[in-house]
């Protein structure tokens, strides 16, 4: 993670997905080869991410050593700073993993696994959406910052433009991966998961609301108000919980469906509104 952190700050996008992919594919390629031909069930795929991660972490620890990218050396002032930044984010990342597995929780207690293994394919098949918001604002991010570092009326001008352009393109791609889905589905999971593609579109708006966070969230990092995102990730994770149980209780499986695009467009709204108010 340092080191990919390390890539992304200095703009070296073609060595981070490098390294990522590298990293992605070795556990995958280590896991096929576990389970399939060892039959190590389970097992084998925590052994997969264990070797692959001690394998791209030693190969990372190696690089950043030969160019001095670490520094043992002990800086209380740092250590503060860091402290008052991740500490606020601890009730975010809590947050956030309620709202992830919230639905799929009571899909299965109060419906059954049948519907929860249904659910989360069509889920899977919506995070590809989720995958490349996140891989798009990654690259995007060391780019803003810098603009933000030396902030103009026409940069800022330029920022809302160019935002406004990128929720468009965003919207459209979710339609395209809307339409395919039910080919996507058969293709991944075949026909017996079928029932799939109806969960897809709403959990792809909810994928595609929270791309348009990830857009506007970064002013609130940038200006280091961890501590605001975390109050509204709290209160969308005690919003999702009744709303996401009472629309299963009326609406069956689909109900999670409903939920989940309020909550990202609750997050969305909220940190839009706080962002705007800070530049």
């Not at 990342?93 to 899909?107: A, E, K, Q, S, Y």
């Not at 959406?129 to 103009?152: E, H, K, M, Q």
């Amino acid at each position: 993670t340092i080191k990919l952190t390390i890539l992304q700050v200095h703009e070296q996008a073609f060595s981070y997905a490098s390294f990522q992919i590298l990293s992605s594919l070795t556990n995958a390629i280590l896991t096929v080869l576990f389970i399939s031909y060892f039959n190590y069930g389970w097992e084998g795929r925590i052994l997969a991410q264990l070797i692959a991660l001690a394998l791209f972490g030693g190969i990372a620890m190696v690089v950043m050593l030969r160019k001095k990218r670490i520094n043992f050396s002990l800086y209380i002032n740092h250590i503060k700073d860091a402290l008052c930044f991740r500490l606020p984010l601890i009730p975010h990342t809590l947050g956030t993993l309620v709202i992830t597995f919230t639905d799929r929780i009571l899909i299965q207690n109060m419906i059954g696994v049948e519907d929860t293994g249904d659910y989360s394919v069509a889920f899977q098949i919506g995070s590809l959406f989720s995958l490349l918001c996140t891989s798009i604002n990654t690259a995007y991010v060391p780019y803003l910052y810098r603009i933000l570092g030396d902030l103009s009326e026409c940069k800022k001008l330029n920022i809302v433009k160019g935002t406004y352009i990128y929720f468009l393109i965003l919207a459209l791609l979710a339609i395209v991966l809307i339409v395919l889905s039910p080919r996507l589905v058969h293709l991944i999971a075949g026909d017996a998961y079928a029932v799939s593609s109806d969960y897809i579109k709403w959990l792809v708006m909810g994928f595609l609301l929270n791309g348009f966070y990830l857009a506007v969230v970064n002013f609130l990092f940038y200006a280091r108000k961890t501590a605001v995102l975390s109050k509204i990730t709290l209160v969308a994770a005690m919003i999702n919980l009744p709303v996401c149980y009472f629309f299963i209780k009326q609406f069956g499986t689909i109900g999670a469906d409903f939920s989940m695009p309020l909550i990202c467009l609750f997050t969305f709204c909220a940190t839009w509104y706080f962002s705007s108010k800070l530049f």
